[in-house]
């Protein structure tokens, strides 16, 4: 059932750039509904933070909607704009981490010495509850950080995307034998982290201790709580935690994270350019 639906939304997608090409501004806002999701959950585990999967989603999109008489159906419309969003999210330099990369030597060291006992409540009133499943989504999508930029996106792919490595490896320019053996090494490196520091993999740090740390260090903020105020379905929401807690294979750690809807913020944009006089002469140039 599940290749059966991924058919249908492979052929409506194929015919609605087809009909976006012959100058249907319907279909293109039609393609750009159906990818955005896609496209921001990408850029959010790529780029770490939800303001700069954001901004690069909104690049991003606006990218496929300039680039659609380049679709020549030689491959899965889905497989393209991941080709068009991994090229531009692997050269992206204006996030966050970009001038401040991080390390997995790093991030342990912060989880050792980070004096989180010494720490009053900050949590302002806050359910604490709601602060360390905050921090969970927030950790574990900057802990991707540590992973040079291909590593990462070899991860994404293939654990949270869960991509065939044909098509993984098509996107990234590999062979699927070369992605293959990428990622097992990527995994192993990822496991051996999460064992020995994330408390979800049985290492030694725990969310729960380190939310006013995280609180002081502006890692997360009480009054905006960003990951809570994303849409997403909320039974998968509470799947993915019971995973957490629950783990016996590191990967679930990041393979059972919640796929997210686009923000508000996005789709304003998006509803603004499509009816702005530059997309009217963009189209038409």
């Known amino acids: 059932m599940k290749s059966t639906d991924n058919d249908r939304k492979r052929q409506k997608l194929e015919a609605l750039a087809e009909q976006a090409k012959a100058g249907s501004k319907e279909a293109v806002e039609e393609i750009l509904i159906e990818i955005q999701d896609m496209v921001f959950n ?123 490595s044909r098509i993984a490896g098509e996107i990234l320019g590999m062979t699927p034998e070369a992605y293959r053996q990428k990622l097992s090494r990527i995994r192993r490196k990822v496991a051996e982290f999460l064992k020995e520091y994330c408390g979800l993999a049985g290492g030694r740090c725990s969310c729960k201790k380190r939310v006013n740390y995280a609180i002081a260090t502006h890692r997360i903020n009480p009054q905006r709580l960003e990951y809570q105020a994303l849409s997403t379905d909320g039974m998968q929401a509470r799947d993915y935690m019971q995973a957490m807690e629950q783990v016996d294979d590191c990967s679930v750690v990041f393979s059972e994270l919640p796929m997210y809807g686009v923000t508000q913020t996005t789709k304003e944009m998006l509803s603004g350019f499509l009816n702005s006089e530059l997309c009217m002469y963009i189209k038409n140039a």
């Open 42 to 164: 990408l850029s959010l585990r790529m780029l770490g933070t939800i303001h700069d999967a954001e901004d690069a989603s909104q690049e991003i999109l606006i990218k496929v909607m300039t680039h659609l008489s380049g679709f020549r159906g030689e491959s899965a419309f889905t497989t393209w704009v991941f080709s068009i969003a991994t090229n531009h999210l692997l050269n992206y330099k204006k996030h966050l981490f970009a001038n401040a990369p991080l390390s997995f030597e790093f991030y342990g060291e912060d989880i050792v010495n980070g004096k989180t006992e010494d720490i009053p409540d900050m949590s302002g009133g806050v359910d604490k509850n709601l602060l360390e499943e905050e921090l969970k989504m927030s950790c574990t999508n900057v802990m991707l950080q540590c992973l040079d930029g291909e590593s990462r996106c070899i991860y994404i792919l293939g654990t949270m995307f869960k991509a065939d």
